[in-house]
């Protein structure tokens, strides 16, 4: 064999362990809840390049928006995170978190612009959304994302409903029941996350299910809070709990 090509190869191969060490301890950050850790490490080996650290980046400033309630921070981090997500999704089409994250960033940011952004925003929440359950279908989080936006469509006003007309000449179509179903698939995946459980929740209380939505909102209530996020969402749970 080739010295050269033999060295080369070794080198590659030191390269893609580092590059795999490095995914695999933001990874580790990030579901630890040390968010800012998480943003710095991919900042530090940030490549235009590189589709895993783009996604990470993208994850890594929605994580920071979605510690809080504070309107201007979540902004703040939505439009640092969403070029990464299109570059990310312009480099690889097909790689499932590039999807899902696109689709999760161009959705917070329509809800923060206000109802016309947020109907338009969600055609491709949802596209993006169903292409990554497809290209993998073990992954919680894009359950979760089809369910609430299920819930959102089902939930729009009918002047709400007026503007997506206006808008689109077929509006976006969504429903409990399927907002129920996508849920459901989530808590299956991931049992460990009260997203999944207060979401549930809500769709089952629109439904009039209330014994549904008592049951699943206070197995929420044992489940572990490991950061503000969730601490949000306990609250919710809690207030939701006490209309039942």
């Not at 097909?94 to 947020?118: D, F, M, P, R």
């Not at 994302?145 to 969504?174: F, Q």
């Not at 699943?216 to 006490?242: R, W």
Request: net charge positive; charged share 25%.
């Amino acid at each position: 064999m080739n010295r050269n090509y033999f060295t080369y190869k070794v080198l590659i191969f030191i390269f893609t362990s580092f590059l795999f060490s490095s995914y695999s301890k933001i990874d580790d950050l990030q579901e630890s809840s040390n968010f800012k850790e998480a943003l710095e490490l991919c900042k530090e080996h940030h490549d235009p390049n590189d589709v895993e650290i783009l996604w990470r980046l993208a994850r890594s400033y929605f994580d920071i928006a979605d510690q809080t309630s504070n309107v201007d921070i979540q902004k703040e981090n939505i439009d640092r995170a969403l070029p990464y997500a299109q570059k990310a999704l312009k480099l690889n089409p097909l790689s499932a978190k590039a999807n899902h994250w696109y689709a999760v960033i161009i959705g917070k940011k329509g809800v923060l612009e206000g109802t016309k952004q947020k109907i338009i925003n969600s055609y491709e929440v949802e596209k993006y959304c169903l292409k990554a359950i497809k290209i993998d279908p073990s992954y919680d989080g894009s359950y979760h994302l089809m369910g609430r936006w299920h819930y959102n469509v089902a939930e729009l006003t009918w002047y709400e409903r007026g503007i997506a007309s206006l808008v689109y000449a077929t509006p976006p179509k969504g429903s409990y029941d399927e907002a129920i179903t996508y849920f459901k698939k989530a808590m299956e995946a991931n049992p460990e996350d009260i997203r999944h459980y207060l979401w549930l929740g809500k769709s089952y209380y629109e439904k009039s299910r209330y014994q549904a939505a008592k049951m699943i909102l206070k197995e929420a209530m044992t489940l572990e809070m490991k950061n503000d996020s969730d601490k949000l969402l306990m609250k919710q749970v809690k207030e939701l709990y006490t209309k039942l």
